[in-house]
């Protein structure tokens, strides 16, 4: 387009209407096909980030049975008189693997709070009771998001519980056991052993069921990460999250 005025005629640059909704369009397009991609790309850095978290917390908890004559911590007091008591639910899941007391007891290796919170957790996952537990009442307290199945119940009357045993015994114990839900089905050793996850609750579970605005989801996409009593983190895929 051209402009008269004193000075004479010269060209003035500009877009059209036109050219400009192209332009809008275009930049449209790439965000919707990048999206996806970025989202993604957020996500694995976040699991990688959960299994640092993991990582630290399996290595704290090796430390302590060192320091501690060789056997895994026993403080059923604790999972019993942190805020909310045990299992303050009636759904699922029928014990209580939320991991405040083991925050309590491994502060002395883990000075970091936000170890124990996988940074992809949030929203109602989060904040649920089965998932969400504080270390005392304080409103700055610590909070954890993990799960230690084998720490889920203040008595020792199922041989899958580990309070207080060597780790050698509580692989004995669980092979004999016959615990299903277990991978591999037959522990061979520390190494096969999960003992600290992600919380999730798998769609397909029996009676009780999780909460119905949680059924089938987990913090990570598809799965979950693990680390098992050998200290090593493990992804693991769950077709019953999604």
Known sequence: MYRSDKHGSHPEAGFTLIELLVVVAIIALLAALLF????????????????????????ALSMYVQDYDGTLPDRRDLKTSLPGGWRPWATFPSSDPRSAWAAIILDP??????VWSCPSIEGAFGSAVQVSQATNAA?????????????????????????????ERAVVDLRASGDKTIDPKVPQGTADVEMVVDPYFPAGVPPPLPPANLIGKAVHMGG???????????????????
């Open 224 to 242: 979950r990460n693990r680390v098992f009593l050998d200290g090593h983190v493990k992804w693991k895929r769950d077709i019953r999250t999604n």
């Open 109 to 114: 290796y883990i000075k970091n709070g936000a």
């Open 36 to 59: 996806p991609v970025f989202a993604k790309a957020r996500e694995k850095a976040r699991q990688s980030v959960c299994q640092s978290n993991l990582r630290q917390i399996g290595i």
């Open 139 to 167: 409103a700055d307290s610590v909070t954890t998001r993990y799960w230690m199945w084998r720490f889920d119940r203040p008595d020792l009357s199922q041989l899958q519980e580990f309070w207080g045993k060597t780790e």
